[in-house]
């Protein structure tokens, strides 16, 4: 963390404990790594009368070609200095997600009563024009419709109703400032408890599937051995290098080739390439052991001497 102080603060377990995670993790703290040399700052203590640069974008090394830039804009509305990063991100719809099931759902009532009708109607048509194994995988196919139909309409209620809920807020907030009412101000602090129970529940089912997500991936018996070897891959990453005419490099692929390009450089031949020397090469006769010859066969080899 950078201060204003000249007087050097030494580094409290905290931030040793976090310097070295994030030198495990491979995260770096992007701004730095553009500004190697610039210091700025993005918050004032009016308690101690000195600046501090406690906000950051820590991205891993190997995704810091990506950024394009970040920069720290004027304390306005705050007390504390916005940071603005702007990174070109590859577009990820390319890759199709499996569908899971929303657990959540089995909580909800009224999804409940609409599953059991349309297992009702389903099995009332299909009961017997095919075989089980038919009906079964089309029973899934039609249900997995209807899940996705469902949340989706849930999901686009939950939107609604958190943009409803903004809108009313701003708009008695502005009542308030020119009113100073009591009762607006009772009805803000309704809407906001509404508004917080409805974002809480969603946080929740967010933490629910990540907890699912590392439960699914995570590799419980060899946890040790799979964090030593993280840790001697980030001792060897090369996140940035410097070119000849001093121009430094964060992407990964032109790093590759950079090392590519010295090695074949270093294992080529400098010397000149001799036509008599290879035409002499080809003009050998080199014996040869011929083929059949088992590992314990004998065969005569004679050499002689060119005049």
């Known amino acids: 963390m950078d201060r204003s102080s000249s007087t050097p603060i030494p580094l409290t377990l905290a931030a040793k404990t976090l310097q ?3 030198s495990d993790l491979q995260l770096l703290d992007i701004w730095r790594e553009q500004h190697t040399s610039q210091r700025e700052y993005s918050f ?7 600046y501090s640069r406690i906000d950051n974008f820590f991205i891993h090394a190997s995704k810091t070609h990506l950024v ?11 007390d504390r200095a916005p940071l603005l990063l702007q990174m070109a991100i590859k577009d990820s719809r390319s890759r199709p997600k499996r569908w899971r099931f929303p657990n959540h759902l089995v909580n909800d009532s009224a999804f409940v009563v609409m599953i059991n009708a349309q ?12 075989s089980p194994a038919i009906v079964w995988e089309a029973l899934k196919a039609y249900i997995r419709g209807n899940i996705i139909s469902y949340s989706s309409w849930k999901k686009k209620q939950y939107v609604a109703k958190l943009n409803s809920l903004e809108m009313d807020i701003k708009n008695l907030e502005k ?9 607006i101000l009772d009805q803000l602090t309704v809407m906001k408890a509404e508004y917080d129970t409805i974002t809480t529940r969603e946080v929740e089912n967010a933490m629910a ?4 997500r590392y439960y699914e991936h995570g590799d419980y018996a060899g946890k040790l051995l799979t964090w030593q070897i993280r840790r001697k891959d980030a001792a060897r990453y090369i996140p940035i290098i410097k ?7 964060r992407n990964p692929l032109l790093i590759n080739q950079a090392f590519a390009d010295f090695y074949k450089s270093l294992y080529s031949s400098q010397g000149e390439k001799s036509q008599e020397m290879y035409e002499f090469l080809e003009g050998l ?4 052991i011929p083929r059949g010859t088992g590992r314990h066969g004998t065969t005569t080899f004679r050499v002689s001497s060119g005049a």
């Open 20 to 22: 070295r995670e994030l």
């Open 44 to 50: 004032y203590s009016h308690r101690h009368k000195g």
């Open 68 to 78: 394009s830039s970040c920069e720290y804009l004027a304390r306005t509305l705050s």
């Open 119 to 130: 297992l009702e109607c389903y099995f009332n048509i299909d009961s017997n024009s095919a």
């Open 175 to 183: 009542q308030h400032f020119q009113l100073q009412s009591q009762t």
């Open 209 to 212: 599937r990540l907890k699912q």
């Open 243 to 249: 070119q000849n005419d001093g121009e430094l490099v």
């Open 285 to 288: 006769d080199i014996p040869k």
